[in-house]
Each structure stands twice: as C-alpha cells, then as structure tokens.
C-alpha cells in the first residue's frame, strides 16, 4: 500500500508540472487572451521575463523552485508561488485518490477528473474563463465512464450532467433579474453540468454550497476584510466549484445496485 502512495505522489508531482505548462500555454492555445505562449509541446518551457529555456534541473519540480529561492536564475524574476503549489496539489490529488479508491481504473480516472479540476481553476482565476475546450470533454468523460456505473450508476450521472446545467443556467438567469447585470458565466454551468457527469446529481448541492463558500471567502480576502467587500467585487466561481466537486469525488459513496 505505501509502495502505491509513493507512485501515485511522484507521478502527481510531475503531473502538476505539466498542469502548469497547461495552465500557463492553455488560456493563449484557446484564444482566451491575446499573447502568444507556444503550444503544449512547443516551445520547450523558457522563463516569460527573459526567455531563456529551463535547464534539465530547473525543470525538476517543487525542488528546483526552492533551490532557485523562487527566482529564475538568468534575470532574478519571481517564479510565481503558483508553481509549486500546483504541483503540490496534483501529488495531493493523486494520494487523495489512491486513498479513496485503492489501486483501481477508478483512482486513474479519479486522478484525471481532480488534474482537470485545478487547470480550470487556475486559468478561471487568472483569466475569467473557463474553457470549453476542458469543460466539454470533462462531460462527456464523466457520463461516458459512469456508463458501465464506474463511480456513480449512469442515471445519477446523465441526471446530474443535465441538472448541473440548467439549475447553474437559472441562478445566472436569476442574478441578472436581482442585480441587473452578469454575475454568473455560462462556463459556470458548463463546469458544475460536467461535475455532476462525474459524481452524479446528488451531490450538485454539496458542490455549490462548498462553492459559494469559497468564493465568499476568496472575495473577503482579496478586498483584506469583510468591509471593503463590495457588491462589484468578481470572484470566478470556477475554483469552488472546482473544489467542491473533487470534495464530492472523495465522498461518493453510492452502492452500485
Ligand atoms: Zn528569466
């Protein structure tokens, strides 16, 4: 059993290095933002400040981020926190998993599902936006996987991949008619419609209660206390919903028929 939690750390922490490179290349692969940052396999990965392409030991994970004291060795510019933390958290998912469902196709595709979860969350943070290019096949992966009832029975699931949508659809709607303006993106909808694909409708409301709580709290942080907290204030949802539905992935604990 450790011997499974040491793989699945290790694979984790490589995995969160390229869910950087994703994070980083995606939103202008995308055309989500107007820079040109190379592909997902082009150029090989260089620093945004000066250029230079990392060395075979700048590209070891979370170590070479502290042997460089977060900085990059050519021009001294600060390599975001977001590096590491990525990387910790994809080790984080890939134990969370091993954990949950021991050594299964379950846990593999456990593993995908939180993967894609933190490349949305953090593009969503950075640039508003929650791609359709991951939302899209995140729900059709769900609800093709649960049709042989892999996590959830596949009713659960198409129910929970429809009602994500249109309850997402109708608080969007719903904002707009209380406040007069957009609140809510349909990405959102997209996102909770392929969270609920993957842990079925039952927990929809888990999601978006863990959800709100987040983003109440990111939003009281970033204005430094709860009053500067101003109703103009944007949060993404994307990053709560995120964790809520990785939270609804460890607890799922439907019994298959
Ligand atoms: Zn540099």
Known sequence: MWGLYAI??????????FLNVVIYRGPSLWA???DDRGNLARPRSYCPECGKQLSPIELIPIISY?????????????????YPIVEFLGAGIALLCAWRFGMSVEAVLGMLFGWTLIVLAFIDSETGFLPDALT????????????VDLIVPWPYAILGCALGYYVFWGISKLYVMVRGHEGLGLGDAKLLSAIGAWVGWMYLPLVVF?????????????????KNVSTTTATPFGPGLALGGFIAL???TYSVY
């Not at 699945?8 to 290095?17: C, H, K, L, N, P």
């Not at 769900?142 to 049709?147: E, L, P, S, V």
């Not at 863990?210 to 709860?226: M, N, S």
């Open 32 to 34: 989500l933002i107007d």
């Open 136 to 147: 899209l096949p995140l729900a059709v992966g769900g609800i093709a996987f649960n049709t």
């Open 8 to 17: 699945a750390g290790i694979v984790g922490i490589f995995i969160g290095s």
């Open 210 to 226: 863990v959800g709100a709580l987040t983003t109440l709290a990111f939003t009281i942080a970033k204005a430094g206390g709860i």
């Open 250 to 252: 460890i607890m799922t």
């Open 66 to 82: 502290f042997l460089q004291k977060g900085a990059c060795r050519a021009c001294g510019a600060t390599i975001p926190r977001r």
